[in-house]
Nanobody
């Protein structure tokens, strides 16, 4: 059974930092591109950052220069380092595992990030 478990969310003041983690199990981690998405109330889920199995990354324009995605294949874990957080970053953040052949993908349950003073 595939599981993606996010952690590291919480309440932070504007300008602060958080580091999200997503621990994967039940799959061959290196066969998946990993991504972080977020969904704010009343809005659609959007891609925040993605990292291919070889390490190539891409980011939403709104987070470039502030967020960094990384992966540790030995630990089956993907991270999202979020710096200089803004109130508009407030959302539920979801981890996604997307098979390299595009035949299947999996989602975590999400972790809440709230940026507020």
């Amino acid at each position: 059974q595939v599981q993606l478990v996010e952690s590291g969310g919480g309440l932070v003041q504007p300008g602060g930092s958080l580091r999200l983690s997503c621990q994967a199990s039940g799959l061959i981690f290196s066969n998946y591109a990993m991504g972080w998405y977020h969904q704010a109330p009343g809005k659609e889920r959007e891609l925040v950052a993605r990292i291919a199995r070889g390490g190539t990354t891409n980011y939403a324009d709104s987070v470039k220069g502030r967020f960094t995605i990384s992966r540790d294949n030995a630990k089956n874990t993907v991270y999202l380092q979020m710096n200089s957080l803004k109130p508009e970053d407030t959302a539920v953040y979801y981890c996604n595992a997307d098979h390299i052949l595009g035949v299947v993908d999996y989602w975590g349950r999400g972790t809440q990030v709230t940026v507020s003073s």
